[in-house]
């Protein structure tokens, strides 16, 4: 039997350094310049599921997912390497939720140059995800439309700015209700996820499967699903397709944590993935240790080939 596990590190939702915060409008973040998005960058050489790597960036380097490629034709391993994680937090004398990268994340972002741009020009797109933050702020208690396009905004900008390929949905560790918020309401995320897509038409927005904004995807006659690229299985070690209308391309029902979900069954999940048709491969925690034993049992079954580490 499958152990589910879903072990993301909670300390990306704890860091609230108030100089790290991006409050677009009301806080200014020091160091931020300007980045346009990078030109097109080459499509990786390999046939078969996207592979996702999600990386804590408070302990672990966003240039560790550059470092695998398929040792038969040389493609990049990992087509999206994302950010985890930046915090949807709340001023208290405002009444509003705003956009927070703690000094880890804002490090990865003030040095975009170094830390994104090398994994873009390979091909792999880098995505920032979005994580409650214990202040009662979440994606799915947004106390009116405008209060959800004003956070839209935040997110998109924070696209624009840093020049990044997408944002990820987690929500998880919302605390709704705590500092007096609402709870969680049927139209938050879908007024949330309409505004973001219309503002970024061409960029990625992914789902992490999990929390109240997950089971909240339609309302007054709009259903979400179709503004999404990507859905996945949030319980690592384990499979379960998102319940979301997408393609089984753009659905990953495959999660493993690299280093905790054992060789064999991320080796089934892969195997799993290609015989059911499904397009995306989750994995979370890459770190900055040679995981190429790892991450060939899953590559052997999406590609066909072992996995090549460059340190």
Known sequence: MLTLVRSRVRTAALALSAVAALAFGTTATTGATAAPAPGPAPAPAKQGPTSVAYVEVNNHSMLNVGKYTLASGGGNVFDVAIIFAANINYDTGTKTAYLHFNENV???????????????????????????NHQGAGFANFPTQQAASAFAKQLSDAVARYGLDGIDFDDEYAQYGNNGTGQPNDSSFVHLVTALRA????????LYNIGPAASRLSYGGVDLSSKFDYAWNP?????????????K???????????????????????????????????????????????????????????????
């Open 106 to 132: 804002q490090r990865v972002l003030d040095n975009a140059a170094t830390e994104i741009r090398p994994l873009q020009q390979k091909g792999i797109k880098v995505v920032l995800s979005v994580l409650g």
């Open 235 to 247: 319980y690592y070690g384990s499979w379960q397709v998102p319940r979301i209308a997408l393609p």
């Open 199 to 206: 503002n970024m038409p061409d960029k990625i927005i992914s």
């Open 249 to 311: 391309s753009n659905l990953s029902p495959a999660a493993v944590e690299i280093g905790r979900t054992s060789q064999s069954t991320a080796a089934d999940l892969a195997r799993r993935t290609v015989s059911e048709g499904y397009g995306v491969y989750l994995t979370y925690n890459l770190d900055g240790a040679n995981r190429s034993a790892d991450v060939s049992a899953f590559t052997r079954q999406l590609y066909g080939s072992e996995a090549s580490y460059t340190p």
